[in-house]
């Protein structure tokens, strides 16, 4: 297990939420804050800008897109909001989300809604257990069958890798099936950016796409990537807010205070092995663990024969209580006084808890998970 900012007592699956930094990283986010504080006038001035040049440069070339295609804004939510609030939405303009949306992104729809009434929000029906094979088929049918007028728009916001329950999607198929029925594709890829391998948005060709740096990248949070193709960049006319130094819409955003972005996040990766290595140590932890995880609950996997998973697992919880607040509240008591944690969630009728695996976990973190779940399971169905 790799050092990192963590307690040495505290068993945590928390990367998916917040994110962690390896303690080189953390160090070099300290020494860049003093920097800054030692002459804050002449590092916003000289500094600030050839620092955040190099990291749109490196991590550009990290997602297989060109430099003035991406710009670094505070967080996954974030960019997905500067792009759905810069379109002029009109009467028959369609938004379409899933089921398993994050809800900062469907309120963000919702809202959008209220101050839009003339528009139309539709929802893709997805739950899980599933195939990529059937979400295919069944958002191709789902496009084809939304009311078209001359004119209008239809957005659709795809996950990459949804949140929860925590699943790589088949999202390159679904931009080539918005490409056929002609629906813009906006990517909500908070978590693929350090988890999802071989990312080329040229290839891909997404309409946007947006990814959280500080969750798998181990950027300092909050830091995200938003990507932008020339061919949609008219669309993104102010950043939100709209930056001091906006004059036209050719502007691009601004970036989050500097200590976030700092390169050493990416240097880290490279010295311990790459993305390669990083993720193949993740994944396999994930489905080694998760499947362990299952013996200790006696239940199932959400994700059986790996489709879904890359670094995060979902596994079933020994749970007949229904899916409410009170519920979630003393599972997580529960964990958070035995300072280990996952995320556990209800779905489709279900309780599951979500592990996201990293560098700094080891299969007996997810014994010790398995201990504490397995006590406050049976003392809530008690």
Excluded at 55 to 82: F, K, M, Q, S, Y
Aim: glycine letters at 6%; proline letters at 6%.
């Amino acid at each position: 297990m790799l050092d990192c900012g963590l307690s040495e007592t505290h068993i945590a699956f928390i990367q998916g939420s917040y994110g962690s930094l390896p303690l080189p990283v953390l160090t070099a986010c300290e020494k860049m804050t003093r920097e800054i504080e030692a002459n804050p006038d002449r590092f916003m001035r000289s500094t600030y800008i050839p620092i955040l040049r190099d990291v749109h440069a490196r991590v550009a070339a990290l997602v297989g897109a060109d430099t003035d295609e991406c710009v670094i804004v505070p967080n996954a939510t974030h960019g997905v909001n500067t792009v759905l609030r810069n379109f002029a939405l009109n009467e028959g303009d369609i938004v379409v989300i899933n089921d398993v949306t994050y809800n900062a992104v469907s309120r963000t729809v919702q809202y959008l809604k209220d101050v839009n009434p003339q528009i139309t929000q539709s929802i893709f029906a997805l739950a899980f257990p599933t195939t990529p094979a059937i979400i295919i088929d069944a958002f191709r049918a789902h496009l084809k069958g939304l009311p078209r007028k001359s004119g209008c728009k239809i957005i659709a916001i795809i996950d990459s890798i949804a949140s929860i329950p925590g699943a790589l999607m088949p999202w390159k198929e679904l931009v080539k099936i918005c490409k056929e029925e002609d629906v813009m594709s906006v990517i909500d890829a908070a978590h693929s950016i350090g988890q999802e391998l071989d990312i080329n948005l040229k290839e891909t060709d997404p309409d946007f796409w947006i990814s959280n740096c500080h969750k798998w990248l181990y950027a300092k949070r909050g830091c995200a990537v938003l990507y932008v193709p020339k061919r949609n960049q008219h669309f993104i006319r102010s950043s939100i807010p709209t930056a001091r130094n906006y004059v036209s819409p050719s502007d691009p955003p601004g970036g989050p205070e500097p200590p976030n972005f700092v390169e050493q996040f990416l240097y880290f990766r490279q010295w311990i092995g790459g993305e390669h290595r990083i993720n193949e140590y993740c994944r396999n932890l994930a489905l080694a663990g998760g499947k362990r995880l299952a013996e200790i609950l006696g239940t199932r996997l959400l994700d059986e024969n790996g489709e879904f998973t890359a670094n995060m697992v979902n596994v079933g919880l020994p749970l007949t209580a229904e899916g409410t607040l009170d519920v979630l509240s003393r599972i997580n008591a529960h964990l958070e006084e035995k300072n280990v944690n996952g995320k556990p969630y209800y779905h489709n009728g279900k309780w599951w808890v979500r592990c996201s695996t990293q560098i700094y976990n080891e299969m007996s973190d997810f014994e010790k998970l398995g201990k504490e779940l397995a006590e406050v399971c049976k003392t809530i169905d008690d």
